[in-house]
């Protein structure tokens, strides 16, 4: 009888000590959440006022047309902005759909802007910081990362004209600010020019017909940046 009222006893201060271990463990997530959030820029992970969305707009692309800033990034970013990277949304999602998804601390996700498919531009974060888009940090420390909706799902992931146009407005103004002279796609990550999958094997993104059009995009860019 006493051989089993000491095992009983055993398996129960087994159990108390794995839910205690278990408790301690969440509080710690808990405790470095709460940590995490604090040291989060004043503006980021909230919506804004009109007039904070002008202020944010006014230290990145005037072509900005929606802000929410996502808590996914690094702040500040680690070097000088010295490339663009495009991606595609695999989807026509909004800019107000795509930011809620980035607002996601789980999703680890973000990027520094998208363009809809009317050529809407949004930021998500801020250029002074890194966004967590193209499964690089080296890549993302250097590049201004860009979502572009689709408007074909699947296939060649087909891009719209209005989209298209914005893209190549957003580049040119990006390298204008950031003393970028000349865009060069070399086809793999030695370029300034560069895309998501030179950095994640088993991705398609930004889609073939994006891909198809990287050494356009280039050429258009670099001409509009010698006039």
Not at 72 to 88: C, L, M, Q, W, Y
Not at 125 to 142: G, H
Not at 202 to 210: D, I, K, M
Request: net charge negative.
């Amino acid at each position: 009888m006493d051989m089993v009222r000491a095992d009983k006893n055993t398996k129960f201060l087994s159990i108390w000590f794995l839910l205690a271990g278990f408790a301690v463990l969440a509080a710690l997530v808990l405790i470095l959440c709460l940590v995490s959030d604090q040291r989060l820029p004043e503006l980021v992970g909230r919506e804004l006022t009109e007039e904070e969305k002008e202020t944010v707009a006014e230290r990145n692309s005037p072509l900005t047309d929606y802000v929410y800033l996502s808590p996914n990034a690094d702040f500040p970013r680690g070097s000088e902005i010295k490339k663009i990277t495009v991606h595609h949304m695999a989807g026509a999602l909004g800019l107000e759909e795509l930011g809620k998804a980035f607002g996601e601390r789980d999703r680890r996700a973000s990027a520094n802007y998208a363009i809809d498919g009317a050529g809407r531009v949004a930021l998500y974060v801020e250029e002074a910081n890194r966004a967590w888009t193209s499964s690089s940090r080296e890549n993302d420390d250097q590049a201004v990362t860009i979502e572009v909706a689709n408007d074909e799902i699947g296939g060649d992931w087909h891009v719209g004209s209005a989209a298209y146009g914005t893209l190549i407005d957003l580049c040119v103004d990006i390298c204008e600010r950031n003393g970028i002279e000349e865009l060069v796609y070399t086809g793999d990550a030695e370029g300034n020019l560069t895309i998501h999958k030179m950095f994640k094997g088993e991705t398609e993104c930004p889609g073939p017909y994006l891909e198809s059009k990287m050494e356009e995009i280039a050429a258009e860019v670099n001409e509009r940046l010698r006039k």
